[in-house]
Structures are given as structure tokens and as C-alpha cells.
């Protein structure tokens, strides 16, 4: 999918025979593919997925990822496109603001489900050449390398939400037909003193006074400001009490 330079870039530092394979076109669809001349069987032993990525130019959008298939004589380089099935999906992807991390996605059968890593990676977001690297062990451990930096490492069982939760809700079990959401009751005793509501939330300040000048043809009637009133609890409310 898309025309493809092979080109060493517009600066390089190993010299101008070192080429990648670089996007020709902004904005669009790109992707190539190939059937492995011998499968791969990492059976006991470490699977290392590395490779390099330059973005010569500051993307807004885009991604260099890269996506190992699964084994067997089922591949059609014809057809592959982003909804061909894969196994592991690994690398940088940038979108706007809010999306700048490194995808590491596995594809775990039981499920038939593909699995995104649960806590994002951050990714390089410059125009330089960066190495992305991605192991994974035979005692289902991983770790991620960014230019041979470790920036993410731990268990598949606690990382990915692959294995289903330890514990379910017994399905043999329903809620009792008197059972109680909230924790508290009314207290029964509780009741509301005498003259609870007569109490004004604010009074007149008694130790204001009316100044010297106060004219009240002019200025009307002399009230002192209002401050609030100690005794004024709020409206009223009954204690509560454990169930």
C-alpha cells in the first residue's frame, strides 16, 4: 500500500549506502509485508522484535509500526491490509495531543481477542533516528527497549488483561428480599428540640451603630447590617445510626 522510497533520508550518519524504506506522501495509507522464508519457533527461548524509525518530518498523525502474522500457509501479501489477523503489533503511534505512546499489542487465542498493553509507553515524537525494541521471554515476562533504554518491563499476565479475573460473582447468590442498600438509619430517639426552627440564620450586628450623619428622611430607616447567628445550626436533621 503507498509508493515507497528507498532512500538513506535527508541526513544519515552511516553512510548514504545505509537505506530504509520511507513514505513518499503525506496523509496517506502505507504498509508492506512478506512471507518469512523460514518460521519462526522461539520455543524456550527470547522472541526480539527491533527495528529503527526516523520521521524526517514533524507528524501530527501517523505511525511506524510493525506487525508479526501468524505461522502457517494462510498469508496473502495481496490482501494484507489493517484488518489482516496478527499476533503481535509493536512500535510508535502518534495522534494529536492526547496519543504519543509505543503499541505493544498481543494476541492472546483463548479470548480471539488483540490486547493492548494496559499502561501507555511514551514515544520519541523528534525527527531523529530512534531504535524501538521489544523481547519477549519464555516465562511470559517482557520488556521494552527505546534506544536500548529499558522504559517498560514485567509480567504478560499482569500487564495485558488477558487471563480472566481469580474470582466471579457466585451466580447462585441473589441480593435477600430485606436486605438494606444504606449502612444507616434514623435514630428513633432522635427528635428535633423545641423551638429548633424559630433560630434566625443571621442577626442584627449589636455592635453596630447608627453614624452621626444618618439623616432618615434622606437615607431612610437605620438598619445595623446582619452577621451571622452562632447559635443557627443548619436545618435540622436527625442522627443517624448504624443498621
Known sequence: ???????????????????????????????????????????GKELVIQYSVK????IDCGGAYIKLLPGGD?????????????????????CGSATKRTHVILHYEPK???VLIKKDIPCETDELTHLYTLV???????EVFVDNKSVRTGKIEEAFDMLPTKEIKDPNQSKPADWA????????????????????????DPDAKKP??????????????MIDNPDYKGPWKPKMIPK
Not at 515507497?4 to 513518499?24: C, E, F, L, R
Not at 519477549?136 to 517482557?142: A, E, K, S
Open 1 to 43: 500500500m503507498g509508493e515507497w522510497k528507498h532512500t538513506a533520508g535527508k541526513w544519515y550518519g552511516g553512510g548514504p549506502d545505509d537505506k530504509g524504506v520511507q513514505t513518499s506522501q503525506d496523509a496517506r495509507f502505507y504498509g508492506m509485508s512478506t512471507k518469512l522464508a523460514t518460521p519462526i519457533n522461539n520455543a
Open 74 to 94: 494462510s498469508f496473502d501479501a495481496d490482501s494484507f491490509g489493517g484488518d489482516t489477523p496478527y499476533a503481535i503489533m509493536f512500535g510508535p503511534d502518534i
Open 181 to 204: 442498600d444504606e449502612p444507616e438509619i434514623v435514630d428513633p430517639a432522635s427528635t428535633k428540640p423545641e423551638g429548633y426552627d424559630d433560630i434566625p440564620p443571621e442577626l442584627p
Open 136 to 142: 519477549l521471554r519464555p516465562d511470559n515476562t517482557f
Open 112 to 114: 480471539g481477542e488483540n
Open 55 to 58: 520521521h524526517e518530518n514533524k
Open 212 to 225: 452621626d450623619d444618618w439623616d432618615d428622611e434622606e437615607d431612610g430607616t437605620w438598619e445595623a447590617p
